[in-house]
T-cell receptor, first 110, second 113 residues
Framework: GQQVMQIPQYQHVQEGEDFTTYCNSSTTLSNIQWYKQRPGGHPVFLIQLVKSGEVKKQKRLTFQFGEAKKNSSLHITATQTTDVGTYFCAGTGGSYIPTFGRGTSLIVHP | SQTIHQWPATLVQPVGSPLSLECTVEGTSNPNLYWYRQAAGRGLQLLFYSVGIGQISSEVPQNLSASRPQDRQFILSSKKLLLSDSGFYLC????????????FGPGTRLTVL
């Protein structure tokens, strides 16, 4: 079945440093979504990528979808303490069932 | 606008006791509904999903079951809880026939002692 690998599992950064998390799928995806879960909270949708090679930006966050639609990345520029949380990717291969990565927990040290 | 409710928010249950968690969605019709479990510090494990009333698909065999008695109501149950059932249970929905955004409820934090 479809598998989505996400790395790293944890990332410690100093406030102001950049952060990147990567997702790789074992199969070609129809779309990929990114979610953020704050400590103690529930996952909240950030963005969806659909097109091959797509790049989207939300303020300091940059999301990319690979040309082969099998990988994706989330990059945060100049992290802030408000960026703390776990970031999940979720890939869909055409069914109603998204496959979530295991998430990357971002810890920002002030 | 659409909203999703889950209750209770927190639950502490003894081993061997039954469980019933409820999820309801407002503001949409015929949603796809999902139950996930998240162990502490871990990822999301899909337990069940439903594309319509009475239609339940199980992703992981275990002592949990799900039911969808109404279009916008999704219930997670167990007859006898195990210690390993502890975790954060999340309900989510997507639009009918869509693989788009999953909207998560606030979750139920279950501790089995």
């Amino acid at each position: 079945g479809q598998q989505v690998m996400q790395i790293p599992q944890y990332q410690h950064v100093q406030e102001g440093e950049d952060f990147t998390t990567y997702c790789n799928s074992s199969t070609t995806l129809s779309n990929i979504q990114w979610y953020k879960q704050r400590p103690g909270g529930h996952p909240v949708f950030l963005i969806q990528l659909v097109k091959s090679g797509e790049v989207k930006k939300q303020k300091r966050l940059t999301f990319q979808f690979g040309e082969a639609k099998k990988n994706s990345s989330l990059h945060i520029t100049a992290t802030q303490t408000t960026d703390v949380g776990t970031y999940f990717c979720a890939g869909t291969g055409g069914s109603y069932i998204p496959t979530f990565g295991r998430g990357t927990s971002l810890i920002v040290h002030p | 606008s659409q909203t999703i409710h889950q209750w209770p928010a927190t639950l502490v249950q003894p081993v061997g006791s039954p469980l019933s968690l409820e999820c309801t969605v407002e503001g949409t019709s015929n949603p796809n509904l999902y139950w996930y479990r998240q162990a502490a510090g871990r990822g999301l494990q899909l337990l069940f999903y439903s594309v319509g009333i009475g239609q339940i698909s199980s992703e992981v065999p275990q002592n949990l079951s799900a039911s969808r008695p109404q279009d916008r109501q999704f219930i997670l149950s167990s007859k006898k809880l195990l210690l390993s059932d502890s975790g954060f249970y999340l309900c989510a929905w997507t639009s009918s026939g869509s693989t788009d955004t999953q909207y998560f409820g606030p979750g139920t934090r279950l501790t089995v002692l």
